[in-house]
């Protein structure tokens, strides 16, 4: 048995997993954010929660992962720099103990969302695997062979940082043109705010100030002509980063994740006709671009995984 743990800004979440992945039961609690201690305290008494639930005594797990925002450093199982959590520089190697023996992880946590589809979500079974994040930003991870690449400093898989448009758009990380300044959730609101205020009529104009994702694809829906434009031409940039990722690791799929990947196949069906003609393609297997199935518990499972 094992025990994953996705460490939120507001929730503590954590679930007791069997070794192939399936998801047994969940418990959480409120984050004590900017408490140290508190926090190791709410992880272990979740962990052990989960074993009551479960029937499993705490010797019986063979390993404990934790999917973490922020920076860390795998080796001595410590969080670096943790913003959401309002707190830096704690370790979790022995937060588990006197009651638990077994390891503990610890990743990143788009990077066990990753583990988790390839493990029991949408691309189980796939040897190779890019998952990317439409969130407020563009985050995912990289399944090579079966395993997580996090590359030489543990931090590969910062999908959104890829530049498609030189000179573009300013990013977050201090570039210009990387895919999330044009393809996160946040990205596609400030192109429509824009519009918006440059005088541009749409449905959306009631929204101002308010506007979110989801209120930009239900215009699309609805038939709204600006709405669609920014649509497509969100398609377009997103497309343009996922032929890349497609032409370096001829991955069996690629996994959409976040937010936006909630619009289904309102969203992947241009995504697919426009990445297509991008790629090299193959007359025995091409990459599939799908969405995450696992939600939630993508995190949870592939922490569980590590």
């Known amino acids: 048995m094992r025990i994953g743990i996705d460490l939120g800004g507001t929730t503590v979440k954590a679930a007791l997993c069997a070794e192939d992945g399936a998801l047994l039961c969940k418990q959480s609690a ?31 797990i063979t390993s404990i992962g934790i999917g973490v925002p922020g920076s860390f450093d795998k080796a001595t199982c410590t969080l670096k720099f943790g913003t ?32 988790g589809e390839v493990t029991a979500g949408a691309a189980r079974g796939a040897k190779n695997m890019v998952m990317v994040t439409l969130g407020t930003g563009v985050g995912g991870g990289i399944i090579i062979d079966g395993k997580l690449y996090t590359g030489c400093n543990g931090i590969a898989g910062e999908m959104g940082h890829i530049v498609i448009r030189q000179g573009g758009e300013p990013c977050g990380c201090g570039r210009k043109g990387c895919l999330e300044a044009y393809a996160s959730a946040a990205s596609l609101v400030k192109f429509a705010e824009r519009a918006l205020v440059a005088g541009r009529e749409s449905m ?24 669609r434009e920014l649509f497509d031409e969100y398609c377009v940039n997103l497309s343009c980063g996922l032929a890349s990722f497609i032409n370096i690791f001829q991955p069996e799929a690629i996994v959409l994740g976040g937010g936006l990947a909630g619009y289904g196949e309102k969203l992947l069906e241009p995504l697919r006709h426009l990445t297509e003609p991008q790629t090299f393609r193959s007359d025995a297997r091409n990459t599939e671009i799908v969405c995450a199935s696992l939600g939630n518990d993508a995190g949870l499972i592939g922490a569980a995984m590590l």
């Open 30 to 60: 409120p984050t004590p954010t900017g408490d140290a201690a508190g926090l190791c305290s709410t992880m272990k008494q979740l962990a052990l929660a989960l074993c009551s639930e479960g029937g499993t005594a705490p010797g019986q």
């Open 84 to 115: 959401n959590l309002g707190m830096n520089n704690v370790c979790f190697a022995d937060a588990f103990r006197p009651e638990f023996g077994c390891a503990v992880q610890l990743d990143n946590d788009a990077n066990c969302a990753a583990l």
């Open 204 to 227: 959306l104009q009631a929204q101002t100030g308010h506007l979110n994702a989801k209120m930009i694809c239900d215009a699309v829906d609805a038939g709204d002509a600006l709405a």
